[in-house]
């Protein structure tokens, strides 16, 4: 700071005698003096005389400067460089927030779970029910952090892809196309963890925002409001991971390089985004969560039909170059995935063959349409007493905010009596838009159309993973809706709000509010929201709403700040701040770490997926936890008649009996089950099994007695198998 300071205000120069003492300043500052610096109390005089001759200076040249002339540039400044301010922003809050290690993971409940004082907790508290986070993708982050980011993970049973499904880092070339891990090659685990964190969210508001200016120069203002409106809905925050943020953010630069390879007047040009295009495609695939990218894909392709309809330009997509680019872009986007399936096909086909996801079936309509429409009273998913107040978990049941999707026939209305104020562009958005709102529609409430759905894949997607399809909809609805034809604002700017037209609009949608709120108060019997509360939430979703029907764009804007605020209101404290890592930064994950040195025999947890994922993280050989895709050569080995139960994406948690008739399995959910095991069976000989963690006291004749120990303020016993064993077949 005092460095900067001499530069800004000194001409631009600092002169080697204060460098000199400024050195010996920062050395005091950040090292402990030792007995041979005898001359420390001599650096603090002449630092602090030196320090006060220029601060003398400064107050001198600051009340020369002219401010007036100095706050004119300034803002001159930013008005000719207006679209960096966002992107600038941004890119600040990525850097200084991945420099502080802070991240918005609920790894903080590791902290609870030990009995520790969670100290690294700055705001906010961990969420149970982000255990896809703190659970799965983050212990698979830092084991393979800790174990060298092999591309096969000997630490997980006899060996688990990391390819595949699991958000973590490896070594491979298709790492080139999972952008947001390879930061991890780079920095240490707690400033790499949270670039990664933050880079989903710069990523999300970034892609959001070069989209709108895409179709709307210069709508700088409204590119950032609507970036972060997508980054803050409620749905991206509780489902806030790679498989949920990645499709949108690919999505819309596919979108992007789609329309300017086929718009592209040079040649060159157009190679250049038929190869981003290619890429795209590829990360696009790599995400490898079927259910958001089916969904995400199909809205960005009819859009990128829209906008090539609405610009007057679709003609040129059957022109033979952009036809060859095209073509071009799949082929060699099939190729590089064909080689990543070829290269990884053993777990590629595990993966595929399982009953649970791969297997999964599921019928066109049937969805309970008050899971739908209960998106206004989104806030009410922040409080922990309320986590199953919607007739479910907070993420299951989360959503967007589809004000967007309210505003339709409004939107259709308007287009019709006053066609100049709408573009082609903006017509063509809103048809398009409408059609795939219906078609979505059937398939969550009406049986039938089976055969389509399956044909185009959407029989694998349960109906409330289609949200996001419907949130990437409503995000282009209120992007027409704010950025159409404006005509110029009265100075009494208050008469177009008590307009006839905007009153009766007001009223609509005042009475569409009060029916979604009071019919999914009714439906759930929530107790706690009072009468006053309710109007409340019913009067400003409805303003926001109108405002974004008026025909001025500064009301406009007021009505997409409006929608913002709430957006920001119902997931402010959705994901905390929590400095580093956490899962590895206690007594038990050392102890572990530790053990590690000493010998290469395999761990299990006793029913806890705690344990587990503390073990993993640790880097320790573990059998249990999370398996991306069934490891089959165990489990056929030793429960042949269970493949319905193991042959699935799942959390393996064994559960240890001292007499069990024989060994089995049990499903507990579509995505876990129990392996009921003796300490004494030989599958745990077998699989060079030598240690169980458990949270209770176990006993067995084939365990080493154990007394337990505190780690933090958890007691956990840590048993040792002795080398006899049965055989408790199943």
């Known amino acids: 700071i005092y460095c900067s300071t001499l530069f800004a205000v000194d001409n631009w120069c600092c002169d080697i005698y204060h460098l000199s003492y400024l050195l010996d300043l920062l050395k005091l500052l950040y090292h402990t003096p030792t007995k041979s610096y005898s001359n420390t109390w001599t650096v603090v005089q002449s630092s602090r005389m030196w320090l006060f001759v220029d601060i003398y200076n400064i107050i001198g040249y600051i009340m020369r400067i002219n401010f007036k002339e100095t706050l004119s540039s300034f803002s001159s400044f930013l008005y000719k460089n207006q679209g960096w301010i966002f992107p600038v922003i941004v890119l600040s809050a990525l850097i200084s927030l991945s420099t502080l290690q802070i991240s918005g993971t609920s790894a903080g409940i590791y902290d609870y779970l030990l009995g520790k004082k969670p100290v690294n907790l700055i705001a906010g508290k961990p969420r149970p029910i982000r255990s896809d986070e703190w659970v799965v993708t983050t212990p698979f982050a830092v084991s393979q952090y800790n174990n060298g980011m092999p591309a096969q993970s000997k630490n997980i049973g006899i060996g688990q892809d990391m390819s595949i499904v699991a958000d973590a880092p490896y070594t491979d070339w298709s790492m080139l196309f999972r952008p947001h891990n390879l930061i991890f090659f780079l920095l240490p685990i707690g400033f790499a963890f949270a670039f990664k964190w933050w880079l989903l969210s710069a990523g999300l508001a970034l892609s959001v925002y070069i989209f709108v200016l895409f179709l709307y120069p210069r709508k700088y203002l409204v590119a950032s409001l609507l970036g972060s409106i997508m980054l803050f809905s409620p749905f991206i925050q509780w489902w806030y991971q790679s498989a949920t943020i990645l499709p949108i953010i690919y999505g819309l630069l596919g979108i992007v390089s789609a329309v300017k390879l086929i718009e592209s007047r040079c040649r060159r040009t157009a190679i250049y985004w038929s190869i981003a295009l290619a890429y795209l495609a590829v990360c696009f695939a790599l995400v490898m969560y079927p259910a958001f990218q089916l969904t995400i894909g199909l809205v960005s392709l009819v859009t990128m039909l829209a906008i090539l309809q609405g610009r007057g330009t679709l003609h040129l997509l059957w022109q033979r170059r952009n036809l060859f680019l095209i073509f071009g872009s799949i082929i060699l986007a099939g190729t590089i995935m064909g080689l990543f399936l070829w290269q990884h096909s053993d777990a590629v086909k595990a993966s595929l063959n399982t009953i649970y996801p791969g297997h999964r079936n599921i019928s066109s309509g049937g969805f309970d349409v008050f899971r739908l429409i209960s998106w206004p009273l989104s806030y009410l998913l922040l409080h922990d007493n309320n986590s199953m107040i919607l007739g479910n978990n907070q993420s299951e049941v989360s959503n967007f905010l589809l004000i967007g999707i309210v505003l339709v026939p409004f939107l259709i209305y308007l287009s019709i009596r006053y066609k100049s104020t709408f573009s082609k562009l903006e017509k063509s958005i809103i048809y398009i838009s409408s059609g795939i709102l219906i078609f979505i529609a059937i398939r969550m409430f009406i049986p039938i159309g089976d055969q389509l759905f399956s044909l185009l894949g959407m029989s694998k997607i349960p109906h409330e993973r289609l949200f996001i399809g419907l949130g990437l909809i409503n995000f282009l609805l209120l992007l027409v809706a704010v950025s159409r034809r404006s005509k110029k604002l009265p100075k009494k700017w208050w008469k177009p709000l008590i307009s006839i037209q905007q009153l009766i609009f007001l009223a609509i949608i005042t009475i569409i509010f009060s029916i979604l709120i009071y019919a999914t108060i009714r439906h759930y019997n929530i107790p706690n929201i009072g ?86 993280a640790s880097g320790a050989e573990v059998y249990g936890g999370v398996n991306t895709y069934p490891q089959t050569d165990i489990w056929r080995r030793y429960f042949p008649n269970s493949t319905n139960v193991f042959n699935r994406y799942a959390h393996v948690r064994f559960l240890f ?55 933090d303020g958890k007691r956990i016993y840590i048993y040792t198998i002795k080398n006899n064993s049965t055989n408790t077949r199943e």
């Open 657 to 711: 009996d001292s007499s069990p008739q024989k060994r089995s399995l049990s499903l507990i959910q579509d995505d876990s089950f129990f392996v009921h095991i003796s300490p004494c069976d030989e599958m745990l000989h077998d699989l060079n099994i030598r240690y169980i963690a458990s949270e209770r006291p176990l006993k067995s004749s084939c365990l080493e007695s154990n007394r337990g120990r505190i780690f």
């Open 531 to 616: 009468p006053l509360e309710s109007v409340a939430v019913i009067l400003t979703f409805s303003v926001s709403s109108t405002l974004l029907l008026s025909s001025y764009e500064q009301l406009r804007i007021v009505g997409l700040v409006g929608v913002l605020l709430l957006n920001i209101l119902s997931t402010y404290m959705v994901n905390p701040l929590y400095r580093g890592v956490g899962i590895t930064d206690n007594e038990f994950s050392r102890y572990i770490m530790d053990a590690e040195k000493k010998d290469n025999f395999y761990w299990v947890a006793n029913d806890s997926s705690v344990l587990s994922a503390i073990m993993v």
